[in-house]
């Protein structure tokens, strides 16, 4: 999708709007007003001082920040900025009156190296972030070292911060000697995967809005429904599945499978190969047929994610699949940005699970850990102190995420309606930031990822606000009603119905059963490619299926083990 260049007009014009309408919130609360006059230079200022001036704004000394760089987003949303002196960081200092210098930060693939080198040499910045799922592990380690500050009642004094977890997820963060020493963000949609099918193409093969969630039920309703839009687009792939990334787990959601060795199963609390039930043949056998009959991608195993974007544009798929968030705004992003056609009308649809898999729906669990951790140098200047927790807090609140991510600067690119949703702004004399400008340049410095489902209402009204030919604001208004309420219906049926995922808190299992499990999943990866590309039969699979369940018990005994312990500990 092409990006819009944020000119440095623009950007001054946000400073501005912002110096005008929120450093007044950030004040001591009093309205501002003129310093108070001295009468004669000769009375001391005690005497001197109008007892009803407001107090002194509060100053903070400058802190050192280390934080990842996010590689996934492309530099050209950050114009005219760099990882110092940007629109996210200059939008954190006007709104705090705080000041940070920036002394490192590693892309992502590097991250886990350079931190290590960092924490070695003991030259540690006052605070830290760490993207990646291994950062809360090292930074609980190395708070247990006493190099990490604890952080309980930081926590427990601010209800922007506490107000992140619940009470299981708050026992999470701990460290072995129950101290917190890394904060990490914890999101609401950590793995609440999504389906959003074209209303439009459903609707030329004969079904409703009003009827298609009992329409499609289990993957074989979806697989007439796309033989059906594949008979009126003989042109159109209806499936198409970035192969093993996040956005084709729908495929394995459908079958309560995986491709990864180990799988937790909520719906009986237990822990076990995820090959075992033979489920993986049942979705191998469907994705053989729907790919015989032309409606899969052939390409589906080595098609990355940037590549499954542009095929949205060439394939006209009936489905995406994304995260809640990605979803929602990968649609409307596409059909703005031209590589959906303005016709598409994509509205979200419960993942179909197909019968005898042990489960009647696709449900999601609640997360209790995150990508995203920060840590305090245990040695920090108590004076710099202060001005740490308020960024923390800053960067928490909604005005410090919520409404910057999805929505932009408020009274410049949006305003609260009288209902309290966010409305896009629009004027002649200005265009908007693309959908997700904000987004992709804050997701850069990876602070708290929202516990919000919020795009969707950015993306959505931000269509209002676009040209695009052959569709009336008419149109729009009806199809935002329809996708609001299918992503709300959807959203509340499945995220976090199937408890915690005490796999994420588990002990890791011995390194000689981890080294075997790395392997064996690649390994799995590679029987299901071929058999679903005929490379195999189905008899060899099913051979290879029940020789893996045999030779690799003690991988799922182990990490069984360490899931019952972290269940116990965390009372889940």
Known sequence: MKRKTISARSILAAVLALLMLVLPACSSGAPATAAPSVANADTPAAESADPAAPAPEESYPKFTFWYCLNTSVSPEVMPGSDISNNIVLNYVRENTGLDFDVVEVPEYMDTAQQFELMMSSGNIPDLIEFFDGAGAPKMKYYGLQGMFKPLDDIIANSSAISGLYDDKQREALKSDDGVTYALQSITANHDNHMIQARLDLLEEAGYTYETLAEAIKTPDDLAEAARKVKALHPDSTPFIAPGFTFRSFWLYDMFNTSWNVVKYYPEDGQTRLSWADGNITKLVTWAKQMMSEGLLDPEWVTTTSGEEGEKRGTMSPLIIANNANGASSGSVGGILGGS???SARYIDIPIPVAEGVGVDGYYSMDSLGGMYTFGINANVDDAKLPGIVKFLEFMASD??????????????DFEYDATGQPV???APDKQLPEPGSYYSVLRTFNFFFPNHIDMFYYTFHQTFHQDVPGVTAEDLESYYAKARESFEKVSGQTMGKAGYNPLEVAEQ?????????TSLR??????????????????????QRLRIISENQDIADARSAAVEAAKAKYGI
């Open 340 to 342: 959906l056609p303005a």
């Open 399 to 412: 005005k410090g995420y919520r409404d910057l991510t999805f929505f932009g600067v408020l009274g410049q």
């Open 424 to 426: 896009a702004l629009s």
């Open 509 to 517: 299992i011995p390194d000689d059963l981890l080294n075997r499990e």
């Open 522 to 543: 690649e390994e799995l990866i590679s029987y299901i490619s071929r058999a679903v590309t005929g490379e195999i039969t189905l008899e060899e699979f099913e051979a």
